[in-house]
C-alpha cells in the first residue's frame, strides 16, 4: 500500500501560482470558483497543492465559471470524503 504524498501551501504560494491579488482570491472563494483554506492551526490555513492545480488547469483549459464551481465542490466533497473533516 503505498502512501499519496499531500503538499499543503500557503497564501504565498497560492498568489505567485494563481496571480490573484488576496482580495480576489477570498473573492473566488466566496463564489465557490476557488476552494476554502484547511485551517492548519488558529491562525494559519493552507490550500492542497492537487485542488490549485486542478483549478488553475481548468482556468487554462478554458472552463466557464459554472464548470469551475462544479469541479471546487467535487474537490472538497472528495477532501471531506477522504480525510473526514474539511
Known amino acids: ?6 503538499r499543503i501551501m500557503r497564501i ?3 498568489k505567485a501560482q494563481t496571480g490573484l491579488p488576496n482580495s480576489t482570491l477570498y473573492d473566488h472563494m466566496n463564489k465557490g470558483l476557488f476552494c476554502r483554506p484547511i485551517k ?3 491562525r494559519c490555513s493552507g490550500w492542497l497543492e492537487s485542488e490549485v492545480t486542478a483549478i488553475v488547469g481548468a482556468r487554462i ?6 464548470e469551475i464551481k462544479a469541479l471546487v465542490l467535487s474537490l472538497e466533497n472528495q477532501r471531506a ?3 473526514g473533516n474539511a
Do not use: D, P, R
Not at 483549459?61 to 459554472?66: I, M, P, T, Y
Open 12 to 14: 504565498k504560494e497560492i
Open 40 to 42: 492548519l492551526s488558529e
Open 81 to 83: 470524503t477522504k480525510w
Open 61 to 66: 483549459a478554458g472552463k466557464s465559471e459554472a
Open 1 to 6: 500500500m503505498s502512501i499519496e504524498q499531500k
